[in-house]
C-alpha cells in the first residue's frame, strides 16, 4: 500500500495531475463518463442563451458581450451558443473555455480555450459554471470517538482510509459555522467546503459586470449528509472513489456557503433556485404533446414529445432537475432578469 495523503491532495492529483481523470480526457470532454444538462439535451443550450439575451439588456447591449463556461468538457454548450446566438448579439459575443484539458481539434478558432480562471474584472456577460463546483478538491474529516473532527488521509492506490490529526482553524471554523445543524457523533463525515467557497468567490471575481451562474448538486445547512456524498464514476456508471486517476471523483456542494461566499465578493444577494425552477423561468416545458396531434400531425407529435422527453430529463425533480443554480449578479439588478430567477 501507498503513503495515505489529505483526500484533497489525492483529488488534486487524481483529477487534475499530469496523468488524472481530466487531463487524460483530451478533447472528449466528460461526455463519455457522465450525463451532464449541457449533453443531455439542446433545450439547456437554449434556456442559457435566453439569460444571456437578458444579461446582454440588462447591460444595454454592451460593445463586447462575454461568456465563459468554467469546466466545459469538450465545449458542447459554447458551440450550440454560437450557432443560436441572433446576429445583433452574436458578433458581440466572446466565447471563452475554462478545462484543464487540451484544446479539441475540432473547436472552432472563435472560442477561447484557457487553463485559468478569468482575471478579476475582466467579464462583462455571463459567467457559467455547471457541475464545476462538485469537482473542486476538498479535505473530509470524520468525527472520532471522542466527537472531535479529525483529517481523513487516503492511501491513492487503494483508497483506504485511516484518520489523520485535528482539523487546522481555517477548516474548523468552516464546520462549526457550516456544519453545524450535525452532531458530531463516533463516524459522522464532514465534506469541508472552504475550497468550493474560495474557487467560486475568484469566479465571481472576475465578473465586471453581469452575473455569475453556478448549477450543481448539493445540499443546504438543515440537510447535511451524515455519511458524504463522495462518489466516483466512470463510463456512465457509479465506482468506488479510488484516488488513482481512472475516474472521476466527486462530493456535493454545500451550496448555501457557496452563496454566501460569492455575496461577499459580489456586496449583493444572490438568487437560489432549482433547475427545475430556473428552466421554467426561462421557457423549458416537460408538458407532452396533445394526443390530437398525433392523428394531426404524426412527424410533429413525434418531434414534441421527444421534446417534452427532454425537458423531463432536465426538470426532473430527483434528477438533474433537482441541481441548484446559484445566480449571483455584479453591478446589475436581478429585476432585469426573468421574474422566475429572482428569488
Same mark, same amino acid.
Given at each position: 500500500m501507498g503513503e495515505a495523503v489529505s483526500w484533497r491532495a489525492a483529488m488534486t492529483e487524481a483529477l487534475y495531475g499530469e496523468r488524472g481523470f481530466y487531463r487524460r480526457l483530451g478533447g472528449q470532454g466528460p461526455a463519455a463518463h457522465f450525463r451532464t444538462s449541457a449533453i443531455a439535451s439542446p433545450m439547456f443550450g437554449t434556456a442559457i442563451l435566453r439569460l444571456l439575451v437578458a $444579461?446582454?439588456?440588462?447591460?444595454?447591449?454592451?460593445a463586447r458581450l462575454d461568456l465563459v463556461d468554467i469546466g466545459a468538457g469538450g465545449a458542447h454548450l459554447l458551440r450550440r451558443l454560437a450557432v443560436l446566438a441572433p446576429a445583433y448579439m452574436a458578433r458581440r459575443m466572446r466565447?471563452? +473555455? $475554462? &478545462?484543464v484539458a487540451s484544446r479539441p481539434m475540432d473547436l472552432p478558432e472563435h472560442i477561447g480555450w484557457y487553463d485559468e480562471l478569468p482575471p478579476a474584472g475582466s467579464v462583462t456577460g455571463l459567467v457559467l459554471a455547471t457541475e464545476w463546483l462538485d469537482n473542486v478538491p476538498l479535505d473530509i474529516a470524520r468525527a472520532d470517538a471522542a466527537g472531535a473532527l479529525r483529517y481523513l488521509l487516503v492511501e491513492p492506490d487503494s483508497g483506504h482510509e485511516v484518520a489523520g490529526g485535528r482539523l487546522a482553524e481555517a477548516d474548523a471554523a468552516w464546520a462549526a459555522r457550516w456544519w453545524s445543524d450535525v452532531a458530531w457523533e463516533e463516524g459522522v463525515r464532514v465534506e469541508l467546503g472552504g475550497?468550493?467557497? &474560495?474557487a467560486w468567490a475568484v =469566479?465571481?471575481?472576475?465578473? =465586471?459586470?453581469g452575473v455569475a451562474l453556478t448549477v450543481d448538486y448539493g445540499h443546504m445547512w438543515y440537510d447535511r449528509p451524515r455519511a458524504g456524498t463522495l462518489a466516483g464514476f466512470r463510463a456512465g456508471r457509479t465506482a468506488l472513489p479510488v484516488?488513482? /486517476?481512472?475516474?472521476?471523483?466527486t462530493a @456535493?456542494?454545500?451550496?448555501? +456557503? $457557496?452563496?454566501?461566499a460569492g455575496e461577499a465578493v459580489a456586496g449583493r444577494a444572490a438568487a437560489l433556485i432549482t433547475q427545475r425552477q430556473a428552466l421554467k423561468a426561462l421557457?423549458?416545458? /416537460? =408538458?407532452?404533446?396533445?394526443?390530437?396531434l398525433a392523428n394531426r400531425d404524426p412527424a410533429g407529435y413525434v418531434r414534441a414529445l421527444s421534446a417534452a422527453s427532454q425537458a423531463a430529463e432536465l426538470m426532473d425533480a430527483d434528477g438533474?432537475?433537482? @441541481?441548484y443554480w446559484v445566480l449571483q449578479p455584479v453591478g446589475i439588478d436581478l429585476d432585469a432578469l426573468p421574474e422566475g430567477l429572482r428569488p
Open positions: $444579461v446582454d439588456e440588462a447591460l444595454g447591449r454592451p466565447l471563452g +473555455a $475554462v &478545462e475550497p468550493r467557497d &474560495e =469566479a465571481v471575481a472576475g465578473v =465586471a459586470q484516488p488513482d /486517476g481512472s475516474c472521476d471523483i @456535493h456542494v454545500a451550496i448555501d +456557503a $457557496v452563496c454566501a421557457g423549458v416545458d /416537460g =408538458a407532452r404533446p396533445p394526443m390530437v438533474l432537475g433537482g @441541481h
